[in-house]
């Protein structure tokens, strides 16, 4: 096997970086790294993440946070998501990645694609 890279250090720098904030946001119950990079894949090219959020929960700063985390990635020439779940594990979706103005206009990204909630003028 290849030795790890660079970048998968970096990729769990942020990933750890990410955990560390988004844990403090009230609602958010649990997070979970999933995909490659928790694997002993030397160069993966994305981080998956899986975010457990009650009803309540204000996805706003979670969003900036997925921005942040995606902004850095992209400057390894890598991905990343966040994907949504209550808290009964049903999937939910995934944050949209455009910022909008109005905070209460943030939601989440239907499995089925269609938009009913991010209106980021059909930008999600």
């Known amino acids: 096997m290849p030795p790890p890279t660079v970048e998968?250090?970096?990729l769990i720098a942020e990933v750890l970086a990410f955990?560390?904030?988004a844990q403090r946001l009230p609602g958010i119950t649990r997070i979970a790294l999933f995909g490659s990079l928790p694997t002993n894949k030397a160069d993966p090219k994305d981080i998956d993440l899986l975010v457990t959020v009650t009803d309540d929960t204000d996805l706003a700063p979670l969003a900036n946070l997925t921005r942040k985390l995606q902004g850095h990635a992209q400057q390894m020439n890598r991905g990343g998501e966040v994907f949504l779940a209550d808290p009964q594990n049903k999937y939910l979706g995934?944050?949209?990645q455009w910022k909008v103005e109005y905070s209460f206009i943030q939601k989440v990204l239907p499995v089925d694609g269609r938009d009913r909630s991010c209106l980021s003028r059909n930008r999600c």
Request: aromatic share 0%; net charge positive; proline share 0%.
């Open 19 to 21: 955990v560390r904030a």
């Open 94 to 96: 995934r944050i949209c």
């Open 8 to 10: 998968r250090a970096r």
